[in-house]
């Protein structure tokens, strides 16, 4: 029986963990200015790809966050990963997204993974149709609504070397800056 428990836990184990080691990336922090990089299209749908998307998954997961961009973990190309269910199963890795949006303006609070603490309202479009490639290089589009929409257009701004507060005003952006990297050193 004891022999029959330790196959049980290992069964255990594997489904809820999977048996991929997980990896956690340092994700780079404001003001850092590698985080202005503009990023390169991904002509490479390899498996340096794929490793790298689920790194970013379990990267985004762990901090925990619903939005990942490869520039907010120095890689600088067109690859962003998103999970803004509850369940936290739900992931969507996208690849070279271009969006087009309608919809209202709408203004809401935002926060990212390279500006821990922060918080601040940005207005956007409510409605972002999404034109990319997924993990296998396979053309896609949908329409993305809501937080989903919100949350796209969040890191794919990161691709394009922009981030969340270059929204608000130089004062706040600068008080901001100066709090973090005083958090750093502190
Ligand atoms: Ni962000």
């Not at 590698?34 to 901090?63: H, W």
């Amino acid at each position: 029986t004891q022999y029959k428990n330790f196959i049980l836990k290992i069964i255990i184990c594997g489904t809820k963990f999977s048996l991929r080691q997980m990896s956690v990336l340092e994700i780079l922090k404001f003001p850092d200015p590698r985080l202005r990089t503009i990023a390169k299209p991904v002509d490479d749908f390899g498996k340096n790809l794929k490793t790298l998307s689920q790194d970013m998954l379990d990267t985004m997961y762990q901090a925990p966050g619903i939005g990942l961009a490869a520039t907010q973990v120095n890689v600088h190309i067109q690859l962003i990963v998103v999970d803004i269910s509850q369940t936290k199963d739900e992931p969507v890795i996208l690849v070279n997204p271009e969006l087009e949006l309608s919809g209202e303006i709408l203004e809401a609070e935002e926060g990212c993974l390279s500006l821990p603490g922060i918080y601040e309202k940005v207005s956007r479009r409510t409605i972002a149709k999404v034109f990319g490639q997924d993990i296998e290089g396979n053309d896609i589009n949908f329409t993305s609504e809501g937080l989903l929409a919100v949350c796209i257009q969040h890191e794919v701004d990161h691709l394009r070397g922009k981030v969340f507060v270059d929204y608000i005003s130089n004062l706040k952006r600068s008080r901001i800056k100066r709090k973090l990297v005083k958090n750093r050193v502190a």
